[in-house]
């Protein structure tokens, strides 16, 4: 059953954020809405300026034990907005859960079109992996979360090293918009809308084909990859981008963990200070990334 929280949030996300993106008509006031979100970061936790092969961010780090590895993570937004500082419950939740974690700054779009996130995160990843002792992961949110699938793709290409493990929460995967639950799910969504986001796919694109796997990963080859863990709410207009990149990477043989979440909001690891279901959610994928450290320690 729905937690009481979690239906207060619902309710509270359908009338405020929801509607302002609904009534956003450039990338620009999508930016708007989506910077206003207000952070609700764990006591506990520091968060320190750092450039990370030349790109900008934060190192979030929680007192007590040391670490059990280090973590990339990589913000959403519809890579038109949003920023490290407004990720704060998530990754101060992963900082609390055992990670010592780099949240990136990356270019966003309209002023900087694809590849200039992929790039960001690729010497981002770079750095990190150079620098860092120990189990090496990376994960991300919707845009982000598309960005990190994107960023494992483009790591094996180009044959530099991969991360330990992956996690993608919400992960926008199709800039093409085809997946079903784009429509079937746009009432039901208690904070996206679907109308308009071809604007910001196209922001992103800037021109590029939405079905080139480096933008899209829904249509990459998962070959080689990681384990990946995926989280969705049943009730999003991406679950449909969560659950075909999931089955892509488990026909490939990666090693893919699906978790679905009944009613539960896009990226509702947002509210890991609140809800059960968050809480959840969050402790599964740290659990998922240390455990794949563990193997490889």
Known sequence: MTSLRARFINFALRHSVKQG???????QD?????????????????????????????????????????????????????????????????????????AADYRLAPEHVFPAALDD???????????AQGPCHVAGDSAGGGLTLALL????????????????????????ITGPSMRANAARDPLLVSDGIETIAG?????ADPRNPLASPLYGDYAGLPPILFSVGDTEILLDDCLRAAERAKAAGVTTKVCVERDMPHVF???????????????????????????RA
């Open 121 to 131: 995160a690729t010497a981002a990843w770079t750095a990190l992996r150079a620098g």
């Open 269 to 295: 690891v947002f509210a890991n200070r609140w809800t059960p279901e968050a809480r959840r959610a969050m402790d599964e994928a740290a659990g998922f990334l240390n455990a794949a450290g563990a193997k």
């Open 30 to 102: 999508v930016r708007r809405v989506f910077n206003s979100t207000r952070a609700f970061p764990p006591r506990g936790v520091t968060f320190t300026p750092a450039t990370l092969g030349g790109v900008p961010g934060e190192w979030v780090e929680a007192a007590g034990a040391p670490p059990q590895g280090t973590l990339l993570y990589l913000h959403g937004g519809g890579y038109v907005g949003m920023s490290p500082r407004t990720h704060r419950a998530i990754t101060g939740g992963f900082a609390k859960r055992g990670l010592r974690v780099f």
């Open 21 to 27: 993106l609904a009534r956003s008509k450039t990338p």
């Open 153 to 176: 793709l483009n790591l094996r290409d180009r044959g530099l090293p991969l991360p330990d493990s992956a996690v993608a929460f919400s992960p926008w995967t199709d800039l093409a």
């Open 203 to 207: 922001a992103y694109l800037g021109g």
